[in-house]
Each structure stands twice: as structure tokens, then as C-alpha cells.
């Protein structure tokens, strides 16, 4: 299956697609509201607000798979975002990234046959993902969203 066609909802409920997004470049992170990285929530809104208006999107996929550190409803979890750290990117419900009923978004990022195999280690890993939708990076949790990294990889595909 193409990785623009997976569908997914957003934290709303809203059925919607990385084909919503195409022409843009896009960070997908699997989030999470009380874990040591959390605190990522505040460069990744950074990220959003330096590049937001140049064509480049986070999308924050909450996730309960690691030491049950997203245990929030959609509203509680939407709510945190916005009034602990001003969060404007999109969020999307919440999913599996790991396991038997890992979403068909990370099977395609990190499965055997994924663009990235290799399960997602914690909290706060990044997929960076091209205007014409392939996967371009991979970015493991604790690597910063406004290390140099993630920057050039963003500026790249921003020119690409």
C-alpha cells in the first residue's frame, strides 16, 4: 500500500491521509504526555512555527506503547498540548506504533518491509517524509527536533 493512502483520523475524529498533505514535508512523531521527552513537544512547535509557513508540517501521533506514559483521552491529551506547550501542528488520534495492532502508517515506516525496518525504540521518534510523500529519514527518540540534524534534513526537503 502506498504510505499516502493509509488513512488515519485526526485527534478530532477526522479521517485523513498523508495524501492531505502532499506537497508539503512532514515530520510524523509518536508522541506521549509524561515521559522524559516530552518536554520535545516545545522544539517540534518551533519547528512548526519556523517552517510552517515554507510548506513543512508536524503531524503528532500519541502513543500509549511505551510504559503506558499516554494514557490520556483524545481531549485530555489535545488539551495538555495546547496549554502546556502552545501546541498549533496537527495531532492525530491516538495509535499503536509497535505490536500486533501497530497501525498500517508505522508498518509501512518500520516493518520488514517499511522504508525504515526497525520498531520504534520510545516515545518521540521522527519520520521525516518528502513533498512527494517517501520517507526520507528516520530520527531516533532522542535526537533532538532542533538538532542540526533534523534542521538540514528539513531545509533539504524543503528545497527538494
Not at 38 to 58: I, N, S, W
Request: proline fraction near 6%; aromatic fraction near 10%; include cysteine.
Amino acid at each position: 500500500m502506498e504510505i499516502t493512502t493509509i488513512p488515519f483520523r485526526t485527534i478530532e475524529g477526522k479521517e485523513t491521509s498523508l495524501a492531505d498533505y502532499k506537497g508539503k514535508v512532514v515530520l510524523i512523531v509518536n508522541t506521549a504526555s509524561k515521559c522524559g521527552l516530552t518536554p520535545q513537544y516545545e522544539a517540534l512547535e518551533g519547528l512548526q512555527q519556523k517552517y510552517g509557513a515554507k510548506g513543512f508540517v508536524v503531524l503528532g501521533f500519541p502513543c500509549n506503547d511505551f510504559a503506558g506514559q499516554e494514557p490520556g483521552s483524545a481531549e485530555e491529551i489535545a488539551t495538555f498540548c495546547k496549554t502546556k506547550f502552545s501546541v498549533s501542528f496537527p495531532l492525530m488520534e491516538k495509535i499503536h506504533v509497535k505490536g500486533k495492532d501497530q497501525h498500517a502508517l508505522y508498518a509501512a515506516l518500520t516493518g520488514r518491509n517499511g522504508a525504515f525496518p526497525g520498531n520504534v525504540k520510545w516515545n518521540f521518534g521522527k519520520f521525516l517524509i518528502d513533498k512527494s510523500g517517501k520517507p526520507v529519514a528516520r530520527f531516533e527518540p532522542r535526537t533532538k527536533p532542533d538538532s542540526d540534524e533534523i534542521l538540514k534534513a528539513i531545509e533539504a526537503a524543503l528545497k527538494g
